[in-house]
């Protein structure tokens, strides 16, 4: 196969994760016989420096082209100015607008090997496998808001609002995902106090009802959800939520896996390329020191192979190489809990051996 990919390695550790990725996917295709053309592109802060844009039009333009799209991380505390006249974070907003990826799939299936590693209790984490499903173009994020003077100051708002058919497309696809795991969908929301829940509730039950009568289906409110997480995160199959509870969860569910530098994520949607990128940020505060995790980009990777470029078994090869590379006791930093680690280059590098 021969396919273009996009890269946006953006700010702080992303160049340096996304390299390791990119020598994943070398390999991957001069195993199985693929040819993947690479192609970088300036977006985040870098492009604030250089373009004046966190999404300038020619990455885009190349996004758009490309089979698949890679990105590292973006912000960073140079461009965290309020009063700047763009942020880092908007370029990433648009770049999912623009490519109509509504569904972010955000997978939680902590490592055997990594148990000790969480905070949480073995006995707890044991044979979780959670995929969220979250929506992505629509909700807060991309409401109507703005301000206005107030006899205290100002007031602001942000306006939580969806339609029928964005909360429709998103209840398809996290169901149909089901329908290929352990066949259970929970949706979460906050429908004892915002109309714009309780519309997810509806739609969400006549769609599972008409179209999924195989699947179980229950409903958990958000704030309870937090704890349920925690608590008996094994129960979960596929879970599906708006924009912002779904931002929320899944960085408390990256804790279950015991380290953000674990958990990629795949954001899908309209017929075109696919944005994949490791659920953490930028990291600042280790950028540059060649000590960051690598795996969630790797992973990542192994996502696009399967969504984007329908690769299954390539993608399952990266995955079981990372488990063996875990397996064996390697660990960077964030997952070492004290002990020796190694590099993001070393780690890169044992991934490939097993490849
Ligand atoms: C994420 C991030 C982004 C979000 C930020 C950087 C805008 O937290 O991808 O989860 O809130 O969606
Ligand atoms: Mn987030």
Redesign the pocket.
């Known amino acids: 196969m021969d396919a273009k990919i996009v890269l946006l390695p953006g700010d702080g550790i992303g160049p340096e994760v996304v390299a390791e990725a990119v020598r994943v996917l070398e390999a991957v295709a001069a195993k199985f016989g693929h040819k993947f053309a690479f192609t970088s592109c300036p977006m985040g802060g870098n492009a604030i420096d250089t373009h004046g844009n966190p999404l300038p039009d020619e990455t885009l333009a190349a996004c758009r082209k490309a089979d698949a799209v890679l990105l590292g991380a973006?912000?960073g505390p140079k461009w965290d100015d309020p009063a700047a006249k763009t942020r880092p974070?908007v370029g990433?907003?648009k770049i999912r607008k623009e490519l109509g990826l509504f569904a972010n799939l955000r997978p939680i299936k902590p490592s055997a090997h990594l148990l000790d590693a969480s905070p949480l209790k073995r006995e707890i984490l044991e044979g979780t496998d959670i995929l969220f499903f979250r929506e992505l173009t629509g909700g807060v994020?991309f409401g109507e808001s703005g301000r206005k003077p107030h006899p205290s100051g100002e007031e602001a708002w942000s306006v939580m609002i969806y339609s029928t058919g964005e909360i429709e497309r998103i209840v398809r696809l996290a169901a149909t995902a089901a329908r290929g795991r352990r066949g259970k969908l929970t949706m979460v929301d906050k429908a004892n106090v915002l109309e714009v829940s309780r519309l997810w509730r509806s739609v969400t039950a006549r769609v599972m009802k008409e179209e999924f009568p195989d699947i179980k289906y229950d409903t958990v409110l958000v704030d309870a959800m937090a704890m349920h997480l925690l608590s008996r995160p094994r129960d979960f199959d596929v879970v599906v939520t708006e924009n912002l509870f779904g931002?929320i969860l899944?960085?408390e569910g990256s804790m279950l896996t015991g380290s953000m530098g674990l958990l990629p994520s795949a954001s899908l949607g309209e017929p075109g390329p696919g944005l994949y990128e490791p659920?953490h940020?930028s990291a600042p505060d280790i950028a540059g020191k060649g000590i960051a995790n690598p795996l969630a980009t790797i992973l990542a990777a192994a996502m696009l192979l399967r969504h984007s470029l329908k690769l299954e078994q390539e993608a399952t090869t990266i995955e079981t190489a990372v488990e063996t590379v875990l397996q064996q006791g390697a660990r960077t930093a964030d997952i070492a809990a004290g002990k020796p680690s190694i590099a993001t280059r070393a780690m890169g590098d044992l991934v490939l051996r097993q490849l």
Do not use: K
Request: aromatic letters at 10%; glycine letters at 18%; hydrophobic letters at 35%.
């Open positions: 973006v912000g974070e990433l907003l994020y931002d899944t960085d659920i940020g």
